[in-house]
């Protein structure tokens, strides 16, 4: 999917999903979701006919400040204005190709996590590197071909992968929203590209999921993975991207210790 119905389909659905009685418009007799174009040009004081070019994905001349009037119109979160900017306007000065060659010091914190789980992985999802715990109690990236270690990929296309995944659908989702939101940073997009191509050869839902447009960042969070007793393991999970190796990241899991209920 090209740059330009990045920003069309972007633009559209939160537009759609922004409840015009907010800012005092009729409701009544409406054929669509959410507020219409000339709305949007109203609020954030921009002519029409350039929020229409805007949305269709044109070559027009665009302001950051205009770019940021939208994002409050349409009540963008940070990452969501983050990703509107990175496919308006380009690329920041984040995530680019990540090397494979990985710093003896840098798989060194990785093992000395242990017992922890803890791995190394790109920007487009890859997996670099992990240490026992993660091959134990997340996945054991050795059983699969090196170009099918992507998070992404076994997502949608490892049955034995999907079935660890406890709430499948929401993980899919908030992986999907990441990876979309690395992308539109990244200054190499070849890497990204070819995950896409291959999921959307072979996965319906991963099709499905991708038109959802949703991005989010993979900062801290919660993970849950049934293991092979059938037994649901919590984690809380932090990543953290290296300094000196822009858009490779070190996700680190820490198990959650559920307390016995107290002797009455």
Sequence with gaps: MSRNEDVKHFLTRRRAAVDPAEYGFVTTGR?????????????AAVSVSWYTWLEQG????????????????LKLTPVEQDYLEDIVFGHRAVP???????????????????????????????????????????FDWSTVAKENR?????????EEYRKIIHDWDSAARHTISAFRSN????????????????????SADFRRMWNYHDVSKIGAGNKAIIDKNG??????????????????????????????????
Excluded: C
């Excluded at 054929?31 to 609020?43: C, D, N, P, T, W």
């Excluded at 044109?58 to 119109?73: E, F, Y």
């Excluded at 494979?100 to 590197?129: C, G, W």
């Excluded at 649901?232 to 209920?261: A, C, D, H, M, W």
């Design 183 to 202: 992308y539109a940073a990244a200054k190499q997009a070849e890497e990204f590209e070819a995950v896409i191509s291959v999921l959307n050869l072979q």
């Design 231 to 264: 037994h649901i393991n919590r984690f809380t999970y932090t990543s953290l991207e290296i300094e000196n190796l822009p858009g490779v990241f070190v996700l680190f899991y820490l198990k959650s210790v559920v307390e016995p209920p107290s002797a009455i």
């Design 96 to 138: 680019q190709s990540a090397s494979r060659q990985l710093p003896k010091e840098v798989t060194a914190m990785v093992e000395a996590l242990n017992p922890h789980p803890a791995f190394i992985r790109s920007a487009n999802m890859d997996i670099l590197y992990w240490n026992e715990a993660a091959r134990n109690e997340i």
């Design 31 to 43: 054929r669509v979701k959410g507020l219409r174009r000339e709305e949007v040009a109203q609020l």
């Design 58 to 73: 044109r070559s027009i001349s665009i302001s950051h400040g205009a770019l940021q009037r939208i994002a409050r119109v």
């Design 150 to 158: 992507n998070s992404l990929k076994l997502m949608f296309l490892n």
